[in-house]
């Protein structure tokens, strides 16, 4: 049976179970057009229905729609490099700060990863987060309208608020949503406070784009924030990228060989996607001519029709010329290889220049003095 939270994904993952058990939406297709003329072109991750469900994204809409405007939150827990599957939110999120022009929050969790995992060193944690605001940046997020922090440096100036929030939760809270027991330690218990703070940042309507995987968090936001003085944050999730090995559960940095770090270099990608991506082909080259491959568990032809291969009618050539048995499986991942690397080359250019202008990121500034000035009156 498959197995989702923030900290763990495995097994086979049935998405639309995952609707039913959390008490989302799935993204329908008047939504996702709606979205798409109001964005004035069609993202294609959401086009694809990798971003599949919602929590109140009508209702972003009407506030846009209205002039009143919402903000944008999502984060990282840097418990070490990143992967491909980590950009998947971001380069969302960057789609849709273009798109809306709406401000957006960052969080770095180094807290988090601290009280979570047993085997890292709080110094370990500092260096991936350095590491990793770097690969954010380089993004390309409006720096006018963005602020990166890390949890442990920006306390001071959130820790009221989270007090307010803390207060509001109880251990059968996070017994029942994360499945905490006797022996979490309690540093682990207080964290949600922490992640749920940003999307009470502004007096406007949140959306967090994020994997589905931290959506219990959002859950308990909901059912304390109009309590508050706030609004119920909205959301909208995306599946997971799929490891390198096959379609079950999510690229995980716990599993090296089966993901694609953004620092992986061209012969390093090659051959993980040549020795690991599963296979949708046939065992010999003349049974895969006759009977033709795959395409729905070949992971080199899913982590294009994702991501990497924007164009829809590149794509369907790819899938068709695949299930005929005209294109081979090494010739479908070399399709793949080639993309990555394409795709990586420019991520490392734009962390090089990123890397000149952090500040404009990180520091306390405009953005996020005129959000306290607002908002912490009491
Ligand atoms: P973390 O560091 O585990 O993951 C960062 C983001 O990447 C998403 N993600 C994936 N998306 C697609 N495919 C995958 N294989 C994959 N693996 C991870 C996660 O859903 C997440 O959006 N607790 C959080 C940090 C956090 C956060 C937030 C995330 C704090 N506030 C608000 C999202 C929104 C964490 O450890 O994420």
């Known amino acids: 049976m498959a197995e989702v939270t923030p900290w763990e994904v495995s097994g086979e993952v049935d998405y639309d179970k995952l609707v039913a058990e959390f008490g989302t939406k799935k993204i329908d297709e008047p939504l996702s057009q709606r979205m798409a003329r109001l964005a004035g072109s069609q993202n294609v991750m959401l086009g694809r229905k990798f971003f599949f469900s919602h929590r109140d994204m009508d209702l972003v809409l009407k506030d846009y729609e209205s002039g009143r405007g919402f903000f944008l939150y999502t984060g990282r827990g840097p418990s070490g490099p990143m992967h491909i599957g980590h950009l998947i939110p971001l380069l969302f999120t960057k789609w849709l700060q273009e798109r809306f022009k709406a401000n957006l929050y960052i969080e770095i969790t180094d807290d988090e990863k601290f009280v979570c995992k047993r085997e890292i060193t709080w110094g370990g944690i500092q260096k991936a987060a350095a590491d990793n605001i770097l690969d954010i940046a380089a993004v390309g997020f409006d720096p006018e309208r963005t602020f990166i922090f890390k949890d442990s440096e920006y306390i001071r100036n959130v820790y009221p608020l989270m007090l307010k929030v803390a207060k509001k939760i109880n251990l059968t809270t996070t017994k029942a949503v994360f499945g905490f027991n006797e022996q979490t330690n309690i540093g682990l218990n207080f964290y949600p ?179 306290w000035e607002k908002n912490f009156v009491d």
């Open 193 to 371: 406070a922490y992640q749920i703070v940003p999307t009470l940042f502004e007096k406007k309507r949140c959306l967090i784009p994020a994997a589905i995987d931290q959506d219990p968090y959002w859950r308990i936001q909901r059912d304390i924030a109009e309590s508050l003085g706030y609004e119920k944050t909205a959301a909208i999730h995306s599946k997971f990228l799929p490891p390198l090995t096959g379609m079950a559960g999510k690229m995980s940095s716990s599993n090296a060989d089966t993901a694609i770090w953004l620092s992986d270099g061209p012969k390093a990608v090659r051959n993980k996607v040549m020795k690991y991506a599963f296979s949708g082909g046939q065992a010999t080259v003349d049974e895969h001519r006759r009977l033709g491959g795959n395409p729905d568990v070949d992971v080199a032809y899913q982590w294009l029709s994702i991501l990497f291969e924007e164009d829809d009618k590149k794509l369907k050539a790819l899938h068709d010329d695949y299930r005929a048995g005209k294109l081979l499986t090494g010739e479908l991942k070399q399709v793949l290889v080639d993309k990555i690397n394409e795709f990586l080359a420019v991520h490392a250019k734009k962390r090089e220049q990123a890397a000149k202008h952090l500040r404009k990121f990180t520091h306390d500034g405009k953005l996020a003095s005129a959000m």
